[in-house]
């Protein structure tokens, strides 16, 4: 280090940078928007008890199912609990579990695709004709299997979210490993004598992971979708909890004559919806070396 | 066979010290389930600081030499079946394969025909140059660093301790080789393999690396395996030309000696194809025909279905090497070398 601090840098390297991933990331509006709107969900979340005006859990018969007002922004729901601190606690549980459910499908998925690709022969074989059976099952329908089965708390829910996740992340890390596996850097690497799971976490890892990132965003939303969900039908984090399929869900019952109910967490689940598929997009258009520069 | 074996024992004898000696190879590869011999009963040592040019069209089994003398065959469609590869003294071809990865990159390095695609683009070229003396040395991160440092000024790199951070799409094609001949000689081997190293870059750049490496092979004490189809690389760097074609070795020679008096029709074939500057390219003469196909190759010689001084010999059995004229100079040619 020494060294390069002492030369003075006199000539220095005439490289013409390429714009850089994230300047090309940002030159469109849709991944800017996208990451505004989730950061707000996040520091929402984060600052739920600060942010609420009431105990989301806090009951009063006086005051059920009225409409927005001052006091009330998003009015109230049969139990009297106000809908505003009720949407503001369930960005939490929605945003915890999605981000835990994505993040531990990303983890495993990515590093059986990338051994499984990698490898090749039996293990590659075997891997993918599970991955193809898992994916055979609608996420819903195999989230709600699980959790049928586990039972419902949030442990669960992460993990049975998770279980969907993975094939589609094998299937993707597989793939893009396959390809990266002919590139001459990896052939150099093993003309090094590198092992296999330095030239696969090293090597192989650091290039494919702009498509498990793009997958990564869109997952996110994909689970938060599942999460929502399975609570509408009754199988998510138990209540009294607020979490924003669970508060549609109480709405139902009344959403012809109080529909903000139900309107408020669902445009809160849309809102995070879009959100992530921007920051998808516009990641995925920032990284794909054919898009216009 | 007696001739061969004679001729192979002579060759171990003679070469007992040489960093790179191959003796007997046969390589062969699996097309539809059955196997064919791609490269057949090839003997050659490398000295320290010898050049030994491998040269033949696409096909002809050089680069399979090259992968085979690194380990490096495809499981399950190349295998070495055959033959002795000794590396600096240790048998590759009866070494574990752990052991034969422990050797790669430490005791026997090769550069690729690409450099544009042989480096990997998310990692600094520093860090790829210091990565093998990590593996193979136990450095530490700063040591190695420093070590990277210093071969890029070894290899040249202006400004090297501004650019040891930079990725590899910052560099241009000769730096980049640059930067695949430090990596390779990062752990100071004994033996260099260049495949192709100078094909993808232009003409003064090619002149500029050659002689770089003829440079450090001096300083280094390399025993460098050069494979090429380009004749006059040959003619610049190397000091025995082998030629191969359809996996046999169909001449061996000194460089002058090669150049002098190609014998082999196929080696003279060779030379006519080239352009020249003193030559019209009008009077370019190619080689009729292709080279066979691994399942087409003719018993007897394997040239024989291109060559113009065919006799009926060449189909009933495959010549063996013999002596053409100077010691050191041998062909396998009934015709010229019966």
Known sequence: MSATTAATPTATPTAIAAPSAWKRATRSGGLMIGLVIAAVMVIIAIAAPWLAPYDPNEQNVLLKLEPPSADHWFGTDAFGRDVLSRVIYGARISLFVGAFATLAGVLVGTVIGVVSGYLGGMVDRIVTAATDVLLSFPQLIMGLILVAVLGANMFNLILAIAITAVPAFIRVARASTLAMKERDFVDACRALGFGGPRIMFLHVLPNIMDEVVVMGSL??????????????????????????????????????????????????????????????????????????? | MNVAAAARAGAAEASAAAPLVVEGLTTSIRIDRRWFDAVRDVSFAVQQRETLALVGESGCGKSLTALSVMGLLPAGVGRISAGRITVDGVDMTAASEASAQAMRGDRIGMIFQEPMTSLNPVLTVGFQIAESLIEHHGMSGRQARQRALELMELVRIPAAAQRIDAYAHQFSGGMRQRVMIAIALACAP??????????????????????????????????????????????????????????????SADVDAFFARPTHPYSEALLAAMPRVDRSAAALAPIPGQVPTLPELPAGCRFQSRCPLRVDRCAERPPLMALAGSPGHSVRCWVRAP
């Open chain 1, 219 to 293: 997952w996110f939303a994909a689970a938060i979708r599942t999460e929502s969900t399975l609570a509408f039908i009754g199988l998510g984090v138990p209540p009294p909890t607020a979490t924003w399929g669970g508060i549609i869900r109480d709405g139902f019952d009344n959403l012809l004559d109080a529909s903000w109910l139900s309107i408020f967490p669902s445009l809160a689940i849309l809102a995070i919806m879009i959100a992530l598929n921007l920051i998808g997009d516009g990641l995925r258009d920032a990284t794909d070396p054919r898009a216009p520069q």
């Open chain 2, 190 to 251: 004994k033996v260099l393999i260049a495949d192709e190293p100078t094909t993808a870059l232009d003409v003064t750049i090619q002149a500029q690396v050659l002689a770089l490496l003829a440079d450090l092979q001096q300083r280094e004490g390399l025993a460098v395996l050069l494979i090429t189809h380009n004749l006059g690389v040959v003619a610049s760097v190397a000091d025995r030309v082998i030629v191969m074609y359809g996996g046999d070795v169909v001449e």
